[in-house]
């Protein structure tokens, strides 16, 4: 059975510190791993990772992808209030996304 | 640019009634899917469609129906709404598959009473 398994569930840490969140997937057929950031409503798109070791990066945002040992990890650094949100990471299979449960960080002042 | 529009937003209804939660999108995307979102289990897939004319079933289609008659409608059909089908409800499109960025819309909330 496909799954996609997200950790911590949730974290809470002050603004400024460094966060990891992790992501490993054991799907069929895989193509590649995609992050999003969801707040109240509609999740937004933050990296598509089809490549292993290969980091994308936006800001302070950054994602990289191990395909060996099939997982990705989402760091932020420099924390701000604004980041806290839902981060959801979905593996695309067999041109579906099965998705994780996703993590809930929240950004203390 | 409107990008994905669904409606309703919030929307209560008794068992047993059916209702359409509409989705509309100005992209030209080809692909579009129905979701929901239950706490603690991330987003599931429900439908989803690589073109006019062309659905298919995804991981919990039972309960829902689609259609899609033109690139930018996909409508999904509740047939007779159970208090299981409480949830959020995103419609998603994205240029070419779900392996690019997707859209999504802002989501309806459904509670089924």
């Known amino acids: 059975e496909d799954k996609v398994v997200q950790s911590p569930l949730s974290l809470v840490v002050h603004e400024g510190d460094t966060v990891t969140l992790n992501c490993s997937y054991e799907?069929?057929?895989?193509?590649?791993l995609l992050w999003y950031k969801q707040e109240k409503k509609a999740p937004t798109f933050l990296f598509m990772l089809?490549?292993s070791g290969i980091e994308k990066k936006s800001g302070r945002l950054s994602s990289i992808l191990d395909k060996k040992e099939l997982f990705s990890i989402l760091n932020i650094t420099a924390t701000q209030t604004g980041d806290s949100a839902v981060y959801l990471c979905?593996?695309?299979?067999?041109?579906?996304?099965?998705w994780g449960a996703g993590t809930k960080l929240i950004i203390k002042p | 640019n409107a990008g994905v529009t669904q409606t309703p937003k919030f929307q209560v209804l008794k068992t047993g009634q059916s209702m359409t939660l509409q989705c509309a999108q100005d992209?030209?995307?080809?692909?579009m899917s129905w979701y929901r979102q239950d706490p603690g289990m991330g987003l599931r897939l429900i439908h989803y469609?690589?073109?006019?004319?062309?659905?298919d079933q995804g991981e919990v289609p039972n309960g829902y129906n689609v259609s899609r008659s033109t690139t930018e409608d996909f409508p999904l059909r509740l047939l007779s709404a159970a208090p299981s089908q409480t949830s959020v409800y995103f419609c998603?499109?994205?240029?070419?598959?779900?392996?690019?960025?997707?859209?999504f819309g802002q989501g309806t909330r459904l509670t089924v009473v």
């Open positions: 089809t490549s």
């Open positions: 469609s690589v073109g006019a004319g062309i659905t």
């Open positions: 799907v069929t057929n895989f193509r590649s």
């Open positions: 979905a593996a695309d299979s067999n041109y579906q996304l099965i």
């Open positions: 992209m030209n995307h080809e692909y």
């Open positions: 998603a499109s994205t240029k070419q598959g779900m392996n690019t960025e997707a859209f």
